[in-house]
């Protein structure tokens, strides 16, 4: 192989890599509408949910299609909160996949924050973006004032899931 081939293969290998850590917006052209909730996802999130919330094989699920869809239940929007407030472990199955992890909790970032970082999950990494209400602080400060156990968060998203045909 020439090196001229190995240099074109070099560098078409570089810009998958590239375009593979770019955030999967919804609506890549406008960038995310929610750019603090994606600085915040940047620094905290992207560790275990991958860039653009894709997900880790047996590490993290992906965050591109079931928090989309809780948005627009109260019981799902109770538990995008407290997801990220009180973390949660044990296993889960997102797109038949199993997924035994332990999510930290987030309960040291801010309600704006918090609120922020899942609203750039649900709107700007969706593929489809559900008419709905984002979710907002005093959402997150209610969901405060009662934590639980992450045992109890995946508890609560196994109870969940029917309801939201999943």
Avoid at 16 to 24: E, G, H, V
Avoid at 59 to 81: F, N
Wanted: hydrophobic fraction near 50%; proline fraction near 8%; charged fraction near 15%.
């Amino acid at each position: 192989m020439s090196l001229l081939c190995r240099c074109a293969i070099g560098v078409a290998a570089a810009a998958l890599l590239a375009a593979a850590w770019q955030p999967a917006l919804a609506d890549p052209a406008a960038g995310p509408r929610y750019a603090d909730g994606a600085a915040t996802f940047q620094a905290n999130c992207v560790v275990c949910h991958g860039h653009g919330g894709l997900g880790q094989p047996s590490l993290a699920p992906p965050l591109t299609g079931y928090p989309a869809r809780y948005i627009a239940s109260a019981d799902g929007r109770r538990q995008l909160a407290m997801t990220v407030l009180d973390g949660m472990y044990g296993d889960v199955v997102v797109d038949r996949k199993h997924y035994n992890f332990k999510m930290p909790d987030f309960s040291r970032l801010s309600d704006d924050t918090l609120a922020a970082v899942l609203n750039y999950v649900v709107f700007d990494l969706a593929p489809l973006p559900p008419a709905a209400a984002p979710m907002s602080a005093a959402e997150i400060a209610a969901e405060r004032a009662s934590p639980a156990s992450g045992e109890a968060v995946r508890q609560h998203r196994a109870a969940l899931l029917p309801s939201l045909g999943l």
